[in-house]
T-cell receptor, first 114, second 110 residues
Framework: DGGITQSPKYLFRKEGQNVTLSCEQN?????MYWYRQDPGQGLRLIYY???????QKGDIAEGYSVSREKKESFPLTVTSAQKNPTAFYLC?????????????FGAGSRLTVL | DAKTTQPPSMDCAEGRAANLPCNHS???????VYWYRQIHSQGPQYIIH???NNETNEMASLIITEDRKSSTLILPHATLRDTAVYYC???????????FGKGTRLHILP
């Protein structure tokens, strides 16, 4: 079945460590997204990518980095510069082009900094 | 900032219709209205979208006002499984910076 796979589902990290969250899609979607969600809050956009080898900062990009070397993959690195990284991270993808383009989300990765 | 405004929470009795409003007064002509919902600790799920006309699918109905400045998502017979946060967003087909607001937390009361 087509979809988006995020891994790991749960991740624990010590302060000062970088951690990379994986996002893979087999939907042949052009655009991919990373959102952060804090308890009781909505989704905030971290980074997004429209095509391979290109990406743009969202509203809260500081302390994060991404790459888009392959169409199906959009990993997110939470660096030690991110001051409050404990959160639920959601990856999504979408077609681009004319008409309506629905976002498909992964199941999320929950990061806890110890 | 999000282009939509939604009430933070709503209650609905089980079996009744749940009507969730969304204000998008600055919507432009090429922007669609989309609704998603997020059940606790899961990824959001697409529900429905529309441009001008009212839409219905197996999950819900979407009513868009004639001036397109607001819309209502209708869950015709709410069940406990419809308890979730519902997000309304607007997006043009070439718009890749997709911003979510805080959504409406819908509580279905038994």
């Amino acid at each position: 079945d087509g979809g988006i796979t995020q891994s790991p589902k749960y991740l624990f990290r010590k302060e000062g460590q970088n951690v990379t969250l994986s996002c893979e899609q087999n939907l042949n979607h052009d655009a991919m997204y990373w959102y952060r969600q804090d308890p009781g809050q909505g989704l905030r956009l971290i980074y997004y990518s429209q095509i391979v080898n290109d990406f743009q900062k969202g509203d809260i990009a500081e302390g994060y980095s991404v790459s888009r070397e392959k169409k199906e993959s959009f990993p997110l690195t939470v660096t030690s510069a991110q001051k409050n990284p404990t959160a639920f991270y959601l990856c999504a993808s979408s077609m681009r082009g004319s008409g309506a383009n629905v976002l498909t989300f992964g199941a999320g990765s929950r990061l806890t900094v110890l | 900032d999000a282009k939509t405004t939604q009430p933070p929470s709503m209650d609905c009795a089980e079996g009744r219709a749940a009507n969730l409003p969304c204000n998008h007064s600055t919507i432009s002509g090429n922007e669609y209205v989309y609704w998603y919902r997020q059940i606790h600790s899961q990824g959001p799920q697409y529900i429905i979208h529309g441009l001008k006309n009212n839409e219905t699918n197996e999950m819900a109905s979407l009513i868009i006002t004639e001036d397109r400045k607001s819309s209502t998502l209708i869950l015709p017979h709410a069940t406990l499984r419809d308890t979730a946060v519902y997000y309304c967003i607007v997006r043009a087909h070439r718009d890749d910076k997709i911003i979510f607001g805080k959504g409406t937390r819908l509580h279905i009361l038994p």
